[in-house]
Nanobody, 114 residues
Framework: QVQFVESGGGLVQPGRSLRLSCAASGFTFRNNAMSWYRQAPGRGRELVATISRAGDPNYIISVKDRFTISRDNTKNMVYLQMNLLRPEDTAMYFC????????WGQGTQVTVSS
């Protein structure tokens, strides 16, 4: 069955960095664009970044030039390098395919606070 396991979150000060990882299974990873999503308290889930099957990235404006999405098709992994973190980046982060499956992982919490 489809499964996503996210990791790498934590509590960091503004301006610091984190690298999130996602292990995906249960589908043909290399045939799918992959995305990171986030959900802040009291808000809906939003798309953060997408990487195509060929490795081309796209970002929402608020994270462009700070976040980098990457993938390893040999390991069925997708990553999100987050630099220059801001308090408004605080959220639970999830990965899924770009057209998301109904199954979601548990997410990984990112908290940016001084």
């Amino acid at each position: 069955q489809v499964q996503f396991v996210e990791s790498g979150g934590g509590l960091v000060q503004p301006g610091r960095s984190l690298r999130l990882s996602c292990a995906a299974s249960g589908f043909t990873f290399r045939n799918n664009a992959m995305s990171w999503y986030r959900q802040a308290p009291g808000r809906g889930r939003e798309l953060v970044a997408t990487i195509s099957r060929a490795g081309d990235p796209n970002y929402i404006i608020s994270v462009k030039d700070r976040f980098t999405i990457s993938r390893d098709n040999t390991k069925n992994m997708v990553y999100l390098q987050m630099n220059l973190l801001r308090p408004e980046d605080t959220a639970m982060y999830f990965c899924n395919t770009a057209t998301p499956f109904s199954t979601w992982g548990q997410g990984t919490q990112v908290t940016v606070s001084s």
